[in-house]
């Protein structure tokens, strides 16, 4: 095959792989037109900003060429965002055969090539060799690193593509597969975070924040003992790490050591005296131990420091009614509802504050989600309170021994406001029993049995 019909080969993989989004591109890559006659040279770059790629990656080429021909015959034959290129050759004796690809990913692209390689050198196809493949990520990166409020899913397919590029540093793909995991947790998917976590921590041991996100992940899928060792590894390589603590806390409360617990936040809060979140989480701890005195302290400083937090709000709105203090807890979940008007938990237990109270209660917020229609939990129990069901039905309902606990409690509440005191005593007793102490409703139920029966 002569050379000008090498040429034209290269031209037509030219016209099949060029990105037709060229404006919009942040790679190019440059090489030199006609390879037989003028010699090889290419220029690239990645993650560029698109009105200057193809001056930079003309400079690249020109500069690797060595004679006055050679840099004459440079051209930008292609530009693309978060795509790959690969071009392919095989040094003949007083002549080169010369091919490049853009593709979607970098093994096609590096396919393409070497096709276009074999068909362009004849006998000397076994010869053809990759000399260069590159990815450009940009947006594959903004989109890995969550920029412009990217969802979980771009998230995730941005930091996977980085990932299979091949074209990331040994730090970069650290962070990649933190980023992913991240992305994972986020639409709680923990196994996969957990996973991904891992990749990470097996390439940087010493990544002191994957250590912390492969614990938090641990502990929202409720493996609390593994939690608290990915913490502990976290805090070994910073001892300052608040949010670390923070996280540690939560777990030992999770495991019942409300001690430890306390104890974690109280480090996070010498570290951070601003900490919202260590304030609040102590608040539940104490609530949890049954100190309403230190809980509400702490209660009242998270919302000092964070008035408009909903979560303070709600920590201290059941404080208050498992105070007995009705009319305090029904504006405090008022607070929270004004922020999230679908919590269905808070509106349930502010209609049980209100009617307590002896205010009026209003009934729309349960009634919406009466009217849409929902069958996931606690939908029974609104579908109880608006006389839709009876209180057997509403038990009858719960599918999980946690529902079930939860039907029992309120269960209770709907008995007490029709003065059947000794009916709504036995199913307090039954959420007591049966209930984790961490659930809202152990603590409702437990208050509500001290009232009727005080020591």
């Known amino acids: 095959m002569t050379g000008p019909a090498r040429t034209r080969f290269v031209a037509l993989i030219v016209a099949i792989t060029l990105s037709p989004s060229l404006a919009a591109a942040d790679g190019a890559l440059a090489i030199t037109s006609n390879a037989v006659q003028d010699g090889v040279a290419y220029g690239f770059v990645r993650n560029f900003p698109a009105a200057t790629a193809q001056a930079a990656a003309l400079d690249t080429c020109r500069r690797m060429s060595n004679t006055q021909q050679t840099v004459a015959s440079c051209r930008i034959v292609g530009m693309f965002t978060d795509r790959c290129f690969a071009i392919s050759l095989v040094p003949q004796a007083g002549a080169t055969t010369l091919a490049w690809a853009i593709e979607a990913e970098r093994q096609a692209a590096q396919r393409k090539a070497l096709a276009g390689c074999a068909g362009a050198a004849g006998n000397g196809a076994d010869r053809c060799r990759v000399v260069q493949s590159r990815c450009d990520g940009s947006t594959w990166a903004d989109a890995c690193g969550g920029r412009n409020g990217a969802a979980p899913e771009a998230r995730i397919a941005g930091c996977t593509a980085l990932i299979d590029s091949g074209d990331e540093s040994a730090t970069d793909l650290v962070s990649d597969y933190v980023n992913r995991g991240n992305a994972h947790a986020d639409r709680e998917d923990f196994d996969r975070a957990i996973a991904d976590y891992g990749e990470a921590l097996g390439r940087n041991p010493t990544h002191a924040v994957a250590w912390y996100d492969r614990g938090s992940a641990w502990r929202l899928k409720g493996d609390y003992d593994k939690a608290i060792a990915d913490y502990d590894r976290a805090i070994a390589l910073n001892p300052r790490y608040e949010d670390a603590f923070v996280n540690r806390g939560v777990a030992y409360a999770r495991k019942g050591d409300t001690d430890r617990a306390i104890s974690e936040f109280t480090t996070a809060l010498m570290l951070d005296a601003s900490d919202v979140a260590a304030y609040r989480n102590r ?47 029904a504006a405090d979940l008022g607070r929270v509802l004004a922020a999230e008007p679908d919590d269905v938990y808070v509106l349930l237990w502010r209609r049980l504050a209100a009617a307590r109270a002896g205010i009026p209660s209003d009934e729309g917020g349960l009634a919406r989600v009466a009217s849409a229609k929902r069958t996931d939990w606690p939908a029974p129990v609104v579908a109880l309170f608006l006389g839709g069901l009876s209180a057997e039905a509403a038990i009858a309902a719960a599918s999980t021994p946690a529902q079930a606990c939860e039907a029992h409690f309120y269960v209770g509440e709907w008995r007490l406001l029709r003065n059947d005191r000794a009916g709504a005593a036995a199913a307090w007793q039954v959420a007591v029993d049966r209930c984790p102490k961490s659930f809202i409703e152990y603590k409702g139920a437990r208050a509500e049995l001290q009232r009727l029966n005080p020591p």
């Open 283 to 329: 608040a539940d701890t104490y609530v949890d131990k049954g100190d309403l005195a230190l809980a509400r302290e702490d209660y009242d400083e998270a919302i000092r420091r964070a008035p408009r937090d909903p979560d303070a709000y709600r920590g201290r709105g059941y404080l208050h009614f498992y105070a007995g203090e009705f009319s305090a807890a």
